[in-house]
């Protein structure tokens, strides 16, 4: 079985009309699985929210206590990006906590995949770009507590580096970070990951699924991690909103069965989170995100018929 997690309060979220965050995707990707036959209902989990304290493990306490009580100042809150209400804040913790669970799954399984996650541009004291705690850091943190598990790669493929993610894990030396990104797109001003493979605006298929696989087979021979947690993001695609790049629909499934590959072979578990889409045609997007299960399935189709 491939183990998926979702939660409702995913795309329970009051936002602005016109504004840029497509909270629904969550929701109509769940329901676009099911109708296509990609997954089945018993493959899906739901995570209990993370605890405050729990949170504390990965970022600032004063940081942590202001976002959970509504307190936070506005200008912090205009650079993560949201207006401040309870949904928003049930979202935020489910969503934490679902990568966390996302790991255990895999673990457990192999592979699992978590229909959100992601939230690569929040750091230690701040949020920012959509993101308000950073879920990939937080999970391997998490993970490292198994006793099997010594050390975990954070393959980030989104088309925004994880600038986040870069200074969240730095101090962590059984986390190795890597994003592959564009170059010239948000941040401006990029952290330093332990690995960041920079592309150039347009790259196609071709160069992008070498450097990705090529890349991916370099950390695992040098580094051997023991989880695999991968940001899967679509945003990469030739008529993403946010993106720059130019990958068909063809090339992220190839990206993403070609990293799930490489970990099934490797034995390595690989926790997958959808991370970024953004269109304002959701069909196209709902295609977009399911290859990542669609690949998934394809790698995993003989443990999943046993």
Sequence with gaps: MLP???????SKLALPSKHRFPATKYLYLYQYLLQQGIAKQSQFFAAQAVTQQALTETHCSNYVSHFINGTLDAK???????PWSKSLLERTLRSVAGTELTCRKAIEYGC?????????????QFGSG?????????AAQQALKYP???????????????DGTATTAATFN???????????NFPARKQQSDYDIELPRGTADKYYLETVSQTL????????????????????????????????????????????????????PIACVIGGGYSNEQHQLN??????????????SNDLNK
């Design 4 to 10: 998926l997690i979702y939660h409702a309060s995913y």
């Design 76 to 82: 912090l809150m205009r650079r993560i990006g949201f």
């Design 112 to 124: 699992a995949i978590h229909l959100s996650g992601g939230y690569h541009h929040a750091h230690h």
């Design 130 to 138: 959509f993101c308000i705690f950073n879920d990939l850091t937080y």
């Design 148 to 162: 099997d598990i010594d050390k975990v790669l954070i393959f980030d493929c989104d088309v925004h580096q994880g």
């Design 174 to 184: 059984s986390i190795i970070t890597c994003s592959i990104h564009c170059q010239h």
């Design 217 to 268: 087979n370099y950390l695992i021979r040098l580094h051997q991690p023991d989880l695999i947690i991968y940001d899967a993001g679509v945003d990469i695609h030739t008529d993403d909103n946010l993106g720059y790049l130019n990958i068909s629909t063809e090339g992220i499934y190839a990206r993403d069965k070609s990293v799930i590959q490489q970990a099934y072979s490797a034995k390595i």
């Design 287 to 300: 295609i977009r995100h399911s290859q990542l299960f669609l690949a998934a399935n394809t790698v995993f």
